[in-house]
């Protein structure tokens, strides 16, 4: 296994499309969680999963966005109806929380950009 | 709530210079420290994780310290590269495993 995994790596899209995102996390690790990150700032908290169960969810997180982990494996991060504000990288990481040291591994990003 | 600040918000050094990247948390009941480094467009690379029973990491010309009781951490950079010009990102993770990041240090080193 070579790390986190993300796809694409850049979408464009005109407002108002939908897109998803895709990240495979390192096998063995039983969280993901998701991050957006805009220019010039830190990468800021979207949501987290242990396992299957979709256990934190932040106030960023509007109803236009939602996660899924089908079978606590790989996540999608779907955005409806896109905004120029949501132009961001979008960073996935996986841990080992439960029996390992609960650090975080990066992917390299989606870059999203809405024209 | 957790809030981390980095100071300054960039930088600018001549090579061969040490520097240092400073890093402040509000809540001390943090789980560990991390230092990454990111280059333009790109993702984050791990430089250090400091556990929070340690006071410090070390790798290569590269050194972190973390005092809890003040909220603070430091990145050290001895013998400064250009190289080694991008963002320096200062993370805590909270009790819960959660990560919360500071907006980071744009280090820029001139030959």
């Known amino acids: 296994d070579t790390g986190v995994s993300q796809d694409p790596r850049h979408k464009i899209t005109k407002r108002g499309q939908n897109v998803t995102f895709r990240c495979d996390p390192i096998?063995?690790?039983?969280?993901l969680y998701w991050y957006r990150q805009t220019l010039g700032q830190g990468p800021e908290f979207l949501t987290y999963?242990?396992?299957?169960?979709?256990?934190?969810k932040s106030r960023l997180l509007s109803d236009r966005f939602s996660a899924e982990r089908p079978k606590g494996s790989f996540s999608t991060l779907e955005i409806q109806r896109t905004e120029q504000g949501d132009s961001a990288m979008y960073l996935c990481?996986?841990?080992?929380?439960?029996?390992?040291?609960?650090?975080?591994?990066f992917g390299e990003g989606s870059r999203l950009t809405v024209l | 709530k957790q809030e981390v600040t980095q100071i300054p918000a960039a930088l600018s050094v001549p090579e061969g210079e040490n520097l240092v990247l400073n890093c402040s948390f509000t809540?001390?009941?943090?789980?560990?420290l991390q230092w990454f480094r990111q280059d333009p467009g790109k993702g984050l690379t791990s430089l250090l994780l400091?556990?929070?029973?340690?006071r410090e990491q070390t790798s290569g010309r590269l050194n972190a310290s973390l005092d809890k009781s003040s909220g603070r951490s430091t990145l050290y950079i001895a013998a400064s590269q250009p190289g080694d010009s991008a963002t320096y990102l200062c993370?805590?993770?909270?009790?819960?495993?959660?990560?919360?990041f500071g907006q980071g240090t744009e280090l820029s080193v001139k030959p």
């Open positions: 993370a805590v993770y909270n009790q819960g495993g959660k990560l919360i």
């Open positions: 999963f242990q396992n299957e169960a979709q256990l934190e």
């Open positions: 096998s063995e690790h039983n969280r």
């Open positions: 400091i556990q929070s029973s340690q």
């Open positions: 990481a996986s841990s080992e929380w439960t029996s390992g040291s609960g650090e975080l591994f």
């Open positions: 809540d001390s009941a943090i789980y560990n």
